[in-house]
Structure formats: structure tokens, C-alpha cells
């Protein structure tokens, strides 16, 4: 089992930033790759980037490719996602999560296995 816990979230400005964090616990050593999604009121799940565990290599949405940038430190067991240039649009919970393996695409929110609680992004116009 692994265990996710997100924190960072909050309130900000269009064109401030923001860091999350998610802390990961238990079988890290199954991990395969870890990402972070989002959900707005009413919308789908949004898968936003991945990081592979081991090896570090990212992946980004087209809409958010540039503006957000994934990072983990497995010293620490921890995944970031520092997110800069927000626009409102970029309001809604936000999650990170966590897969064993690749059997679905990456932006696939069903493939994941784990998942945090989420945590609230506000961005203020």
C-alpha cells in the first residue's frame, strides 16, 4: 500500500505562484510513476504531469506545459509540483497520485492505484 498526502494549496493572484507537495508513505518501492491531476467543478479529472520514479523523466499536459514543473526528491519520498503564471482557469482541487505500473495511459485517471485527498487552488482574477 502507498499512502499520499498533499499539502500547499491556497489562494493567489492571476499570474502568482504556487507550490504543492505530496508526501508519499508505504511501497514506494512499487511505485511506477507518479502524477498530478486536477478536478474543477463540474469537469473531468484533468491529468496536468508525471514523473517516472525512478529515473526522473516528466511529462506535461499541453495546458500547462511551461507554466507548471514537476519534481520529486525520493530522499524525502516527496513529489512537487510548482505551478507559476496562474489563471483562473487554473482553479480546482488538486491531487496527486500514484500508479504500480503503465498498463493504461499516463492521463488515464482510472489507471492509478493511489490517490491524496486533494487540496484546493484558488486563483483570484
Known amino acids: 500500500q502507498v499512502q499520499l498526502v498533499e499539502s500547499g494549496g491556497g489562494l493567489v493572484q492571476a499570474g502568482g505562484s504556487l507550490g504543492l507537495s505530496c508526501t508519499v508513505s508505504?511501497?514506494?518501492?512499487?511505485?511506477?510513476?507518479m502524477a498530478w491531476f486536477r478536478q474543477a467543478p463540474g469537469k473531468e479529472r484533468e491529468f496536468l504531469t508525471a514523473?517516472?520514479?525512478?529515473?526522473?523523466?516528466?511529462y506535461y499536459a499541453d495546458s500547462v506545459k511551461g507554466r507548471f514543473t514537476i519534481s520529486r526528491d525520493n530522499a524525502k519520498n516527496a513529489v512537487y509540483l510548482q505551478m507559476d503564471s496562474l489563471k483562473p482557469e487554473d482553479t480546482a482541487v488538486y491531487y496527486c497520485?500514484?500508479?504500480?505500473?503503465?498498463?493504461?495511459?499516463?492521463?488515464?485517471?482510472?489507471?492509478?492505484?493511489?490517490w491524496g485527498q486533494g487540496t484546493q487552488v484558488t486563483v483570484t482574477s
Open positions: 497520485a500514484a500508479r504500480s505500473s503503465p498498463v493504461y495511459s499516463l492521463n488515464y485517471p482510472k489507471g492509478y492505484d493511489y
Open positions: 508505504g511501497r514506494t518501492v512499487a511505485i511506477y510513476n
Open positions: 514523473i517516472r520514479w525512478n529515473s526522473g523523466y516528466t
